[in-house]
C-alpha cells in the first residue's frame, strides 16, 4: 500500500490539524468524574456531558500544577468549595493531542461565578422537590418531648464538635441526666452521604429497644465542601422520613443546608443542640415550679374559703345540734320516767309472782319431803329385816366353808367347818355328807 503513514506520522499529522483548525481555547461546559491530585500537583478528571443517567460524551482532562493551584484556591475562595465529583463547571479548555497519551483538554481557567449559579439552581431544584413531595416540613410533624431524655447522636467518634456536645451534657450545672448513644457516620467527603444515610437507619432500629426520643446530627464546622453532603437529595429524604425527630448542630455560619431545612429543629453548633436540650429540662422545671406556685396559692385560698365555710356550717351546727340535744334530752326525760312506772309496775308484779311461786315451792317441798321420809322409814325397816343379825337373832346360823358359804362351796369329809349363831362361833370337822336324795358322800 502506498503513502502508509506511521502511527507517529498519524499523531503528527492529527497534532498539527487540530492546532491549525481549532481555536487556541473554548469554553465548555461538562460534569466533573474520576477527579483526582497528582503527587507533583496536577489536577487529572473527566468531563462528561450526561442526559439523566446516560454519559452523552466525556473528554481526558488535565489541569497543570502551576494553573491548578491558581484556579483551585480561587474557586474555593469564592464558592467556599474545592473542585470534585459531580460539580458542573464552565471550564475554559485547549484541545490537544499526544502521540503517546492522546487526545486531551488541557485546562486553562474554570469560572466559578457559573458553579456558584449551578450550586444555587440543583439546591433550589431540590428544594422545590421535597416540597412538591410534600417531605420538606414533615420530620418537623414528628412528636418532640417536653423534656428529651434519650437521643441518638449521628456524628464522627472523633470530632471536636462531638466531644464538645458530649462534655455540655454531662457536665450541666444542674445535674440532668441525659442518655445518650452515639451511630458513628463519616460527616464530610464523597462517601458520607451513604454513611449519614447507614446510620439514620441504624438509629431508627434501634430507638425503641433504647427508648430514643430524638435523632441528633452534628459536627463541628468546615469548610462549604465539608458540608456540601448535606445538601443530597437522598439524604434529606432519609431525614425528613425519620421516625424519630431530627435535630441539626452541623456548625456553619452561612444559609442553612437542606438538611438543615427537612429537620425537625435547626440549630446553628453542637453546644446550642446541647443547650436546647437542657433548656427543654430547664422550661419543664421552671413550669413545674410555677405550677407548684400557683397550686399554692389556689390550695391557700380554698383553704381560706374553706375554713370561713367551715365556721359558718361549725355555728349552724351548733345551734342544730344544741337544740337536738335539747330535744333528745326532753325525750330521755319522758322515757326515764315512764321506764320508772312500767319497772315499778313489773317489779311489784313479779314480787307477787315470785311470793306466790315461793309458797308453792314450800308445799311442794314439804310434800316431798314427806313422802321421801316414808319411803326411807319403809326402806329401814326392810333393810333391818335382811340384816344378818337378825337372822341369826331369829334362831338361824350361818355356815362357812373357809370363808365361802356351805351352799356355794365344795364340801369334802374331813374339811373345818364354821358355824355362826348369833351368839357363837362353832368350829366342826365334816365326817359324813349325805345329801337329801339320802346318799351318803365320802
Request: some cysteine.
Amino acid at each position: 500500500m502506498q503513502n502508509a503513514l506511521s502511527i507517529s506520522e498519524l499523531g503528527q499529522l492529527i497534532k498539527s490539524t487540530l492546532e491549525n483548525e481549532l481555536s487556541p481555547s473554548y469554553w465548555v461546559i461538562g460534569e466533573i468524574a474520576d477527579f483526582r491530585v497528582a503527587a507533583q500537583g496536577h489536577a487529572y478528571f473527566e468531563l462528561a456531558e450526561k442526559q439523566g443517567s446516560q454519559v452523552l460524551a466525556k473528554m481526558r482532562s488535565n489541569c497543570w500544577q502551576f494553573t491548578y493551584r491558581s484556579i483551585a484556591a480561587r474557586f474555593e475562595s469564592l464558592t467556599g468549595s474545592g473542585l470534585k465529583n459531580g460539580m458542573k463547571i464552565l471550564a475554559q479548555v485547549q484541545v490537544t493531542f499526544h502521540p503517546v497519551y492522546g487526545f486531551s483538554l488541557n485546562i486553562k481557567d474554570i469560572d466559578a461565578s457559573f458553579s456558584l449559579g449551578e450550586r444555587a439552581r440543583i439546591r433550589q431544584e431540590t428544594i422545590e422537590r421535597l416540597t412538591k413531595e410534600g417531605i420538606l416540613r414533615l420530620n418537623a410533624t414528628r412528636p418532640l418531648p417536653k423534656v428529651i431524655q434519650r437521643i441518638g447522636i449521628i456524628s464522627s467518634a472523633t470530632a471536636a464538635g462531638y466531644g464538645d456536645f458530649v462534655n455540655q451534657l454531662e457536665q450541666n450545672p444542674y445535674g440532668y441526666q441525659v442518655y445518650h448513644r452515639l451511630f458513628p457516620s463519616l460527616m464530610q467527603g464523597n462517601e458520607a452521604v451513604g454513611s449519614l444515610i447507614t446510620a439514620i437507619e441504624k438509629a431508627e432500629k434501634k430507638a425503641e429497644k433504647l427508648g430514643l426520643e430524638a435523632l441528633i446530627i452534628i459536627r463541628g464546622g468546615g469548610a462549604q465542601l465539608d458540608l456540601d453532603c448535606f445538601d443530597d437529595y437522598y439524604l434529606a429524604v432519609k431525614i425528613a422520613n425519620c421516625k424519630l425527630p431530627v435535630l441539626t448542630g452541623i456548625g456553619h455560619e452561612r444559609d442553612e443546608t437542606i438538611a438543615d431545612l427537612v429537620a425537625h429543629s435547626k440549630l446553628k453548633t453542637p453546644t446550642a443542640v446541647a443547650e436546647f436540650i437542657l433548656s427543654s429540662f430547664r422550661i419543664f422545671e421552671e413550669n413545674l415550679l410555677l405550677l407548684a406556685s400557683k397550686i399554692d396559692r389556689i390550695t391557700n385560698q380554698y383553704l381560706k374559703f374553706a375554713h370561713n365555710q367551715v365556721e359558718v356550717f361549725s355555728q349552724r351546727l351548733k345551734g342544730v345540734v344544741t337544740g337536738q340535744i335539747r330535744l333528745e334530752k326532753e325525750k330521755i326525760n319522758h322515757q326515764k320516767t315512764r321506764l320508772e312506772r312500767t319497772t315499778i309496775a313489773q317489779l311489784e308484779k313479779q314480787k307477787e309472782e315470785v311470793s306466790k311461786f315461793q309458797k308453792d315451792i314450800q308445799s311442794y317441798s314439804s310434800q316431798l319431803l314427806r313422802y321421801h321420809d316414808q319411803q326411807l322409814s319403809s326402806m329401814e325397816k326392810m333393810l333391818h329385816q335382811l340384816d344378818p343379825q337378825a337372822i341369826l337373832n331369829r334362831g338361824y346360823t350361818r355356815t362357812e366353808l373357809e370363808g365361802m358359804p356351805i351352799h356355794l362351796a365344795d364340801p369334802k369329809v374331813g374339811d373345818h367347818l364354821t358355824t355362826i349363831s348369833a351368839k357363837t362361833i362353832i368350829q366342826s370337822t365334816i365326817d359324813k355328807i349325805q345329801n337329801k336324795s339320802n346318799h351318803e358322800v365320802q
